[in-house]
């Protein structure tokens, strides 16, 4: 099955800084949708995109869905230690059989 | 708290056994979908069911099945367990339209 691409795999920051995280694909997507998971847990929604060019906050948290349709990105700013997890964008295919298609996901360290 | 819940929460089984996981959906949510996780990786597709009939599917094994009943909740078989199976696997409900999945705690699966 098909499999976003979403960069980086994993990062490794300063608690107060600026995250950002991306997800790439070849398909269109028509919703485009990022969680959080924590160790042990289901993935959270965190926001989600309907609109190309859509720009949504959540908090410290903002997401836009790219112009093209294939591309997402999440911002984080001013990070804190709960932010820690492993964050996975997720696109919902248009064509065929709807469903859903998660990035192999982005693991959050921040050091305190 | 999703909304969505799935049971049991811990499995340890057997090599070569079968087992039944199980997904009750929010309320009103017609589409199931179950993912499966193994450790440090991503959310990989098993499948899919929109108001009892399969809708979708992704890289599930012929030893796994799954259905959806009359009331909407949803049940994963895997049968002929192999080490490789231990994994978190998680259902996810949406509503009619598809869009913002909801995902349960995910049940751990280990088999020994």
């Known amino acids: 099955g098909q499999q976003l691409n979403q960069s980086p795999q994993s990062m490794f920051i300063q608690e107060g800084e600026d995250v950002s995280m991306n997800c790439t694909s070849s398909?269109?997507?028509?919703?485009w949708l990022w969680y959080k998971q924590e160790p042990g847990e289901g993935p959270v929604l965190l926001i989600a995109?309907?609109?190309?060019?859509e720009l949504t906050s959540n908090g410290r948290l903002t997401a836009q869905f790219g112009i093209t349709r294939k591309d997402s990105f999440l911002n984080i700013s001013a990070s804190i230690p709960s932010d820690v997890g492993i964050y996975f964008c997720a696109g919902l295919e248009i064509q065929g059989a709807q469903k859903l298609v998660f990035g192999q996901g982005t693991r959050l360290t921040i050091n305190p | 708290d999703s909304g969505v819940t799935q049971t049991p929460k811990h499995l340890i089984t057997a090599t070569g056994q079968r087992v039944t996981l199980r997904c009750s959906p929010r309320s009103g949510d017609l589409s199931v979908y179950w993912y499966q996780q193994s450790l440090d990786q991503g959310l990989q597709f098993l499948i899919q069911y929109y108001n009892g009939e399969e809708r979708a599917k992704g890289n599930i094994l012929e030893r796994f099945s799954a259905q959806q009943f009359p009331d909407l909740h949803s049940e994963l078989n895997l049968s002929s367990l192999e080490l490789g199976d231990s994994a978190l696997y998680f259902c996810?409900?949406?509503?009619?339209?598809?869009?913002?999945?909801?995902f349960g705690q995910g049940t751990r699966l280990t088999v020994v």
């Open positions: 995109l309907y609109k190309a060019g």
């Open positions: 996810a409900s949406t509503g009619t339209g598809d869009t913002e999945a909801f």
């Open positions: 398909s269109i997507f028509n919703t």
